[in-house]
């Protein structure tokens, strides 16, 4: 099973639209969550954390479900500028300092 | 401009040559990272520095080879690299603290092509 899993998509949207991107990862012990966002030939962004309370960002909102090690994103109203790829990924703190597991990430495509 | 600079931004290679990665950060960060990102691959994590002590090595081939003279420059030394190697090979650093949600700040990349 890999560490961190995503629906690569792409997810194909209307401008206004709500869309939801869900994860999945493997190491119950796994203590820090994020999403990043990296749009097309550029670097991967801090988008927001992920706090076991779920959390609101404007138009994003994250959730995390550590009983079925689960993570969402949900954006709301989409925008075309939303459109790239969305890595959800993991923390895990162990003898050496933090290792963040990437996954492959879910492209969104927003269309006008 | 993320505070993470990398040079060069692209860099084409023979497979006998020599070259070198750079990246500085200007963020105050103690923990430095190499990471490499091929097409339909996930992020790869390769090394780990923490206050400019290596901390992992993710099995990487020994034709990498890190160096972090200060907690602000991290290089990646590459000889004899194959053409699977090709990929973009981005750096980032972080403040250290175990149990804390800090996220990574990514430089831009180096976009690596081995002929």
């Known amino acids: 099973r890999k560490e961190v899993e995503q629906d690569p998509g792409p997810f194909n949207v209307p401008e206004g639209a709500t869309v939801a991107f869900n994860c999945t990862y493997s190491?119950?012990?796994?203590?820090?969550f994020f999403w990043y966002r990296q749009d097309c030939r550029k670097e991967p962004k801090l988008l927001m954390s992920?706090?076991?309370s779920g959390n609101e960002d404007g138009r994003f909102t994250a959730q995390l479900n550590r009983a079925s090690q689960y993570i969402s994103l949900l954006i709301r109203d989409s925008k075309l500028s939303d459109s790239a790829t969305y890595l959800c990924v993991v923390a895990n703190y162990g003898g050496s300092q933090g290792n963040l597991i990437f996954g492959k990430g879910t492209k969104l495509s927003v269309k006008p | 401009e993320t505070g993470v600079t990398q040079t060069p931004r692209h860099l084409v290679m023979g497979m006998t040559n020599k070259k070198s990665l750079k990246c500085e950060q200007h963020l105050g960060h103690n923990a430095m990272y190499w990471y490499k990102q091929s097409a339909k691959k996930p992020l790869e994590l390769m090394f780990v520095?923490?206050?400019?002590?290596?901390?992992e090595n993710n099995s990487v081939p020994s034709r990498f080879s890190p160096e972090c003279p200060n907690s602000s420059h991290l290089f990646l030394h590459l000889h004899t690299l194959q053409p699977e190697d090709s990929a973009l090979y981005l750096c980032?650093?972080?403040?250290?603290?175990?149990?804390?949600?800090?996220?990574?700040?990514f430089g831009s990349g180096t976009r690596l092509t081995v002929v």
């Open positions: 992920v706090y076991s």
């Open positions: 980032a650093s972080s403040h250290t603290g175990v149990g804390t949600n800090y996220g990574y700040t």
């Open positions: 520095y923490n206050f400019k002590e290596q901390t």
């Open positions: 190491n119950s012990a796994s203590q820090s």
